[in-house]
């Protein structure tokens, strides 16, 4: 006779004990024990939040090396609640101590089987009980989880109802608001933006614009992607959406500052191009149209298509092809948590019909479906890599690009931690190409969340180690960083509703002087739609009640000593940039907080 201690840990939160009876059987390469009911004691204490009890069981013999435990529930007098277990913790009659980790709920009538803590790539797991369990794991996934179509405050709110209409702040908003992604290095006009020396000239003063451009100080933001888009209809009045282009002039103060706005795509007598020596508000009203169309592209294009959608995609390839002992669910795992639940609640309260951004926003309608094609056709792997997004937009020595320094150094604080990992577990590159777990990810990935296309540059195989490293990289910054950086700031910049209106009521203007205050309130959305935008916007930009910063890893998936080490690493990092970005933000005027790690949550839950 042999005794296995079994010590099960009960979850914290709010009703995660039960009173129903839980019963345990240990599967090893050798045996099976018998199924033992934990606690059967009429007048039992049953496991209550966030206790600890120790229970053993006997077997005839040794199990040989545990494969996994699995766990099933009875309700106790008919009543049918719920238990979340934590974790189990069984030491084994040679005093070895296994994790099994859970960190999920049990109903009853319910079976769950746990697999211990140490990862395993598909070729190692070699036990037949334990690859048909791989494998039936991820014939439930696969069951249970479908790709759909894709394609379907208070300081900073004051700063920016003082500072909205001033020229710096419209420039900074470019490289540190909502949408820091779209602004390029400009080396040449394009045909359609027939801007003239004697147009900027006041504002490059005694330099050019052809100096300038060769000095590498001059930038544009094209919003081409909105061209041709009809307008939503808002309380039973059209809206307008225009595709404006934007010309901005880092100045010897290093400021970004707009000097020439085209509202148009086509160049003609009927679009003029503003000028900040134009009327006041003339010009005003140019910039308003211009933060309009960042709403578009924010909400449809870099915040709804570039992290919530990819970030499903990616949640959803994981928890169909990879099970639970692979290396890459656990270094995943975390990062998906709640993103299938907030896309659903975003499909039936933002986007669907009746929605928040259908029915309050000039983007919603027949617009919001051909912009998401759009968007969709013009993604690429590169645009969601940091380091080649900003190479390629020329952006590598722009001053006071916050979004740019915080976000590399997190790119490679992230880079370390996941290459510790990965190498940890790919001794080589014949490792990864010979795990068919892995090629299945990557390739459900690459078909059904990039339809198959090889010029988005997303790899269909992997066939290098630092290839894959680049890869899982890129998910995890993707739906930490980059998410809070489009996300975070909503209310702040528009809860005051001229700096980033939901719509805009009247047609751009086809001539100068024409515009007065009376001509900008007809424009700017209506009262209701103002609300109802905010309260999108508001909504997007709170924290959730059990919110998981960046590197708090509650749960315990691994029991080897490299990774947990490398978690550790991680959080010091972490810990470290973001003392460093406090340090710094106590001497700008406007702190960028978006990422700062405590800032950035650990997977699109909002």
């Known amino acids: 006779m042999v005794t296995y201690k079994v010590t099960v840990h009960t979850g914290t939160r709010a009703l995660a004990g039960t009173t129903s009876y839980i019963y345990i059987q240990l599967r090893g390469t050798e045996a099976e024990s018998e199924e033992k009911i934990l606690d059967q004691a009429y007048f039992s204490l049953g496991f209550s939040e966030g206790s600890v009890r120790t229970f053993k069981v006997d077997c005839k013999a040794s199990l040989g090396e545990l494969i996994y435990v699995k766990l099933s529930s009875k309700p106790f007098m008919g009543l049918d609640n719920q238990w979340f277990c934590n974790k189990i913790l069984v030491t084994t009659p040679e005093d070895d101590e296994i994790l099994f980790p859970c960190y999920?709920?049990?109903?009853?009538?319910?079976?769950?089987?746990?697999?211990?803590?140490?990862?395993?790539?598909?070729?190692?797991?070699?036990?037949?009980?334990?690859?048909?369990?791989?494998?039936?794991?991820?014939?439930?996934?696969?069951?249970?989880?479908?790709?759909?179509?894709?394609?379907?405050?208070?300081?900073?709110?004051?700063?920016?109802?003082?500072?909205?209409?001033?020229?710096?702040?419209?420039?900074?908003?470019?490289?540190?608001?909502?949408?820091?992604?779209?602004?390029?290095?400009?080396?040449?006009?394009?045909?359609?933006?027939?801007?003239?020396?004697?147009?900027?000239?006041?504002?490059?003063?005694?330099?050019?614009?052809?100096?300038?451009?060769?000095?590498?100080?001059?930038?544009?933001?094209?919003?081409?992607?909105?061209?041709?888009?009809?307008?939503?209809?808002?309380?039973?009045?059209?809206?307008?959406?225009?595709?404006?282009?934007?010309?901005?002039?880092?100045?010897?103060?290093?400021?970004?500052?707009?000097?020439?706005?085209?509202?148009?795509?086509?160049?003609?007598?009927?679009?003029?191009?503003?000028?900040?020596?134009?009327?006041?508000?003339?010009?005003?009203?140019?910039?308003?149209y211009v933060r309009a169309a960042e709403f578009c592209v924010l909400g449809v294009d870099f915040h709804l298509l570039r992290t919530h959608l990819v970030a499903e995609v990616f949640t959803v390839a994981t928890l169909r092809n990879l099970p639970s002992p692979h290396p890459l669910f656990k270094l995943l795992i975390h990062h998906t948590r709640y993103t299938l639940q907030i896309n659903i609640l975003a499909r039936n309260r933002l986007i669907s019909k009746d929605g928040g951004i259908s029915k309050y926003s000039g983007i919603g309608g027949a617009a919001l479906d051909e912009y998401l094609k759009r968007a969709t056709a013009a993604l690429t792997y590169s645009s969601l890599c940091l380091p080649d997004n900003i190479s390629e937009r020329g952006l590598e020595e722009v001053p006071h690009y916050y979004y740019r320094d915080d976000g590399m150094k997190l790119w490679n604080i992230v880079n370390k931690y996941v290459e510790g990992v990965l190498q940890h577990y790919y001794k080589s590159d014949d490792d990864v190409e010979k795990d068919t777990e892995l090629q299945s990810w990557i390739s459900e990935i690459f078909t059904n969340g990039f339809q198959g296309k090889e010029s988005t540059g997303i790899p269909e195989t992997f066939k290098r180690v630092k290839d894959l490293i680049k890869f899982v990289t890129m998910v995890i910054f993707t739906v930490t960083a980059q998410h809070a950086a489009v996300n975070n700031g909503q209310f702040e910049f528009g809860g005051w509703m001229p700096n980033l209106p939901t719509a805009l009521r009247k047609q751009p203007p086809e001539h100068k002087g024409r515009t007065n205050e009376i001509s900008i309130l007809e424009t700017l959305p209506d009262v209701g739609t103002t609300v109802n935008g905010m309260a999108v916007l508001e909504l997007l930009s709170t924290k959730s009640s059990d919110q998981y910063p960046l590197g708090v890893v509650p749960e315990e998936l691994y029991d080897e000593e490299v990774p947990c080490k490398l978690i550790e690493d991680f959080q010091k990092d972490l810990e470290k940039l973001s003392w460093n970005i406090e340090k710094r933000n106590k001497k700008l005027e406007l702190p960028y907080t978006y990422l700062n790690p405590k800032n950035v949550d650990h997977s699109v839950a909002i």
Not at 134 to 156: G, Y
Not at 177 to 186: A, E, F, K, V
Not at 262 to 277: H, M
């Open 104 to 288: 999920r709920w049990l109903g009853c009538e319910e079976d769950l089987v746990l697999r211990h803590a140490k990862a395993s790539l598909v070729f190692q797991d070699t036990n037949p009980i334990a690859q048909r369990h791989r494998m039936r794991q991820l014939e439930d996934r696969q069951d249970a989880f479908r790709f759909v179509d894709s394609e379907r405050r208070v300081n900073e709110q004051n700063y920016v109802q003082e500072h909205w209409d001033e020229d710096e702040f419209f420039g900074y908003q470019f490289l540190n608001g909502l949408c820091p992604m779209m602004i390029q290095r400009c080396s040449k006009l394009p045909e359609n933006f027939p801007v003239t020396e004697e147009m900027v000239k006041d504002s490059l003063g005694r330099s050019s614009l052809e100096v300038e451009m060769k000095k590498g100080n001059i930038f544009l933001c094209d919003y081409k992607i909105l061209d041709g888009l009809v307008g939503n209809e808002v309380h039973g009045r059209k809206q307008y959406l225009t595709a404006p282009l934007v010309l901005l002039y880092c100045d010897s103060n290093d400021m970004m500052m707009p000097i020439a706005i085209q509202l148009g795509q086509k160049a003609g007598n009927d679009n003029p191009i503003f000028l900040p020596t134009d009327s006041k508000t003339d010009w005003q009203l140019a910039k308003i």
